[in-house]
């Protein structure tokens, strides 16, 4: 009887929110106002002198809060503003924004404000010294450096700008639309079109503005482009074409065009049914719909347009004015990755014919100028490079070496790696490691890169570095968890920003006086911004300065072995007010690797994935990170055997009581707690968020989210099972949760939300039907209009976070008397 009363009772939390009267040990608004007070930083400014930073502040109910300070370290407000959408630094100490209701500029020395109300946007023309204010009438005026209205125009429907020295926009009068330039103090009409304009683009080069027409009579488009130095005019293509938009590719710095006359079909309303296919290899159909696409090339010198109808259905851009990029949609994989991988060929429009260059090839990389090309061959699992003119091909014999670079003058491609910088020289191909970079991982930042074709799963670019000037290097020891900055340059290192344990999430640098700006912090120190400037370090500004608890807070980083010998890291984190002569509960929270964590601030917040290590440090917990290795056993025994490895590793902490320990996980750490449950006996209680609990169920069924299958995030994906299902059922079957359900023995509770997309909420389901079957004790919470995760620091995130309070404090700190879990946990309780 107590079973089905149970069932009645958790069915109701599908439908409905668990009345906050059930939550008796927390008050709600205090909790709120506390954590309310707490914030972010992010969008870090510099003006170009070095004077002023800007920011925002992001607060539980405010996102839009912008702050101005001083760079000299007084850690004093000049200014902050409300509701900031858009904003400039200016010369002469000034900063304009825009907000809701209007802009404003602002001296942020004398303080002097003036407004512009009802303006939509705000946009510059440094080399002028000007700035504009486009309102929602339609007037647009431009101001010099002295606030001095220079000119004025009404009418004003577009405006783009390269935030340099070229303004344009477009202009209605008398139902008629033309194209105006600012020269100097006035703007100028270049181009008056005859039909409508969809869109004004100025391209890379700056040489060029592109022109979207529309057809009147037929929606159709036709592109034309203005030349930005002599004002000539050019229509591209044969007339209009039908399409739903047009996509346009500068090639060669302005020598030719490439366009992409895109159209997606609606799909048929009449009744019919879907209809899938056992061996189709273009799933793709049903994430994405019909594409047709019609093709033209544009050559400036000559001013003649050519259609391309290459062999396969798609082309891209590959910054050659004779080659193009061809492939078809097709899988050629079978799904059993979760990138796509596509045969590539190469396109001659001059002999209009393809050429297969790459096979099985997810993610491509084209040198400026389209000479080069390389791309990862998945099933090799080794970059492949291919020399466009004379076809020749290298097979890079590096398998630790990611996310290739060229320079742009073509003489090198620079590999990012997890164990250093590398150098490959195109000519002698003769790949070595840059010095000082060894056992950093490394990544370039400076780097120019354009996507030339990032739907289909694809992952096509263009990404280059300039020859000519210094790279700025990020660098990660992963052994000490330490990141620094540098700059390299003529085969030499300077340092930019030492070597930090500080989590660094923002850098700026004024590549001219080489001081560098830094957003950081670490678990005893809210974000800050730091300036960096000829080997001396200044705080400028220090966010959440009221919370002084974190100061003195304890942390340790572990280093141990799992029982393979592999060596992992835990992160465990001491109750705050940690009194030695006490002992505590503790709480392991899992997800893959996580050490990285120990360089964050525990910022208190309503987590979407209920876990926040900043509460429970609060109300007296140690709370403690494992990492997650994955090995030929399977997720589950992996995720075992690290668990408790960790838990060994800490049995010298005699404050930690080891008869009150909790684990819980989302997603998939979720997936590994509720295996975990059902296999340890370490444990007083379990709490698993959208977890996976039936590994075969899963590998056979169908994103909701990608709309592919999901057996790939077990072959080559997240559970890393290396083999199919077919090959090693045992395997499959021996790792889910669901198939030792019956030996759980200890409480759970288990949450999920009912329009979660990645792992649906029939898993946690599952799970709970075989507890209820099995007389286990366990509580199911679903919350109605939630995803994979619940919104963040919404109604149903306070709820959970609170329950999972309330769940530890109920097992692991023996407070009882809460109803809710009162209802499963005593006899005479339903």
């Known amino acids: 009887m107590?079973?089905?009363?149970?069932?009645?009772?958790?069915?109701?939390?599908?439908?409905?929110?668990?009345?906050?009267?059930?939550?008796g040990q927390y008050n709600i608004d205090s909790i709120k106002q506390r954590y309310g007070k707490f914030y972010t930083i992010a969008n870090l400014k510099v003006d170009d002198e070095n004077r002023w930073i800007s920011f925002t502040k992001i607060y539980k109910k405010n996102t839009d809060t912008t702050v101005i300070t001083k760079t000299d370290g007084q850690h004093h407000h000049t200014a902050a503003f409300v509701g900031v959408s858009n904003s400039f630094f200016l010369e002469n100490n000034r900063f304009l924004w825009l907000g809701k209701s209007g802009a404003q500029l602002v001296n942020l020395r004398s303080g002097q404000k003036r407004d512009y109300k009802e303006a939509r946007t705000i946009e510059i023309v440094p080399s002028l010294g000007y700035y504009g204010i486009?309102?929602?009438?339609?007037?647009?005026?431009?101001?010099?450096?002295?606030?001095?209205?220079?000119?004025?125009?009404?009418?004003?429907?577009?405006?783009?700008?390269n935030r340099n020295n070229q303004l344009y926009i477009v202009v209605k009068q008398n139902n008629v639309l033309s194209v105006w330039s600012l020269q100097s103090k006035e703007f100028k009409k270049i181009y008056t079109s005859e039909q409508g304009i969809k869109k004004i683009m100025i391209v890379p080069s700056h040489k060029y503005l592109a022109v979207t027409e529309q057809e009147k009579s037929s929606n159709g488009f036709q592109l034309v482009l203005l030349d930005t130095n002599s004002l000539k005019v050019s229509r591209v293509g044969n007339g209009f074409i039908k399409s739903d938009y047009i996509e346009v590719r500068e090639i060669n710095n302005g020598r030719t065009f490439f366009l992409d006359f895109n159209s997606r079909p609606k799909p048929d309303t009449a009744f019919q049914p879907e209809i899938k296919y056992g061996t189709d290899t273009d799933l793709w159909l049903y994430r994405m719909g019909e594409q047709h696409h019609e093709y033209w090339v544009y050559d400036v010198k000559s001013g003649e347009s050519q259609k391309v109808d290459p062999d396969l259905r798609f082309m891209a851009a590959m910054d050659h004015d004779r080659y193009f990029l061809s492939f078809d949609r097709k899988e050629r994989n079978a799904y059993i990755s979760s990138v796509s991988w596509f045969d590539i060929y190469i396109y001659d429009r001059f002999v209009k014919a393809s050429k297969k260059i790459l096979t099985q090839t997810s993610n491509l990389v084209v040198s400026r100028g389209g000479e080069f090309i390389i791309g990862f061959n998945e099933e090799k699992k080794r970059w492949i490079l291919h020399y466009t003119l004379s076809s020749k091909?290298?097979?890079?014999?590096?398998?630790?070496?990611?996310?290739?670079?060229?320079s742009d003058d073509n003489r090198y491609v620079f590999f990012e790696g997890?164990?250093?910088?590398?150098?490959?020289?195109?000519?002698?191909?003769?790949?070595?490691?840059?010095?000082?970079?060894?056992?950093?991982?490394?990544?370039?930042?400076?780097?120019?890169?354009?996507?030339?074709?990032?739907?289909?799963?694809?992952?096509?670019r263009i990404r280059s570095i300039n020859a000519k000037k210094p790279v700025i290097l990020e660098l990660y020891d992963q052994n000490n968890n330490e990141t620094s900055y540098a700059q390299w340059f003529q085969d030499k290192i300077k340092v930019l920003l030492p070597a930090t344990k500080n989590r660094v999430s923002d850098f700026k640098i004024n590549p001219q006086s080489l001081t560098v700006f830094s957003l950081e912090e670490s678990f005893n120190s809210p974000q800050a911004i730091y300036l960096y400037h000829n080997g001396h370090k200044k705080k400028v500004y220090q966010s959440n300065r009221f919370d002084h608890q974190i100061i003195t807070a304890r942390q340790e980083v572990l280093s141990y072995k799992n029982s393979l010998g592999v060596s992992i890291k835990g992160v465990l984190y001491y109750p705050l007010n940690f009194d030695a002569r006490k002992k505590y509960p503790l709480v392991l929270s899992i997800y893959e690797v996580q050490n990285k964590s120990a360089s964050l601030y525990p910022y208190p917040f309503f987590s979407g994935i209920g876990v926040n290590i900043r509460s429970l440090i609060d109300n007296g917990y140690f709370v403690f990170l494992p990492d997650v290795v994955l090995d030929s056993r399977g997720p589950g025994f992996s995720a075992l055997d690290c668990v408790h490895s960790g838990l060994d590793a800490l049995k010298k902490y005699t404050n930690i009581d080891g008869?009150?320990?909790?684990?819980?996980?989302?997603?998939?750490?979720?997936?590994g707690t509720s295996f975990i449950a059902s296999r340890s006996s370490r444990f007083a209680a379990y709490i698993s968020g959208a977890p996976v609990t039936d590994l075969v169920k899963f590998y056979f069924s169908f994103s909701q989210e990608r709309k592919l299958p999901n057996y790939p995030r077990f072959e080559n994906g997240q559970f890393d099972m290396k083999v199919p299902f077919s090959e090693n059922k045992m395997l499959y079957y021996n790792n889910s949760p669901i198939t030792n359900v019956e030996k759980v023995n200890k409480p759970i509770l288990l949450w999920t939300g009912l329009k979660d997309g990645n792992v649906p909420y029939t898993h946690t389901e599952?799970?709970?039907?075989?507890?209820?079957?099995?007389?286990?004790?366990?509580?199911?919470?679903?919350?109605?209009d939630q995803d994979h995760d619940l919104a963040k620091n919404s109604a149903e995130s306070i709820d959970l976070h609170l329950r999972i309070l309330e769940w530890w404090n109920y097992f692991l700190q023996d407070k009882k008397n809460i109803p809710w879990i009162d209802k499963e946990m005593k006899k005479d309780a339903l």
């Open 134 to 161: 486009l309102y929602k009438n339609g007037l647009l005026q431009m101001f010099d450096c002295k606030n001095k209205l220079i000119t004025a125009v009404n009418g004003v429907t577009q405006l783009v700008s």
């Open 2 to 23: 107590k079973a089905i009363n149970l069932k009645l009772f958790l069915s109701a939390g599908i439908i409905f929110m668990f009345s906050n009267s059930l939550l």
């Open 766 to 784: 599952e799970l709970y039907t075989g507890l209820l079957r099995n007389k286990k004790r366990a509580v199911a919470l679903y919350y109605k």
């Open 418 to 460: 997890s164990s250093g910088l590398y150098q490959l020289d195109l000519h002698t191909q003769n790949l070595e490691q840059i010095a000082l970079t060894e056992n950093k991982k490394v990544a370039l930042l400076n780097v120019k890169e354009e996507m030339i074709y990032g739907t289909l799963g694809a992952d096509f």
């Open 659 to 671: 008869s009150r320990i909790g684990l819980m996980g989302h997603s998939f750490g979720g997936f």
């Open 393 to 406: 091909e290298m097979i890079i014999e590096n398998a630790g070496i990611q996310r290739p670079v060229f």
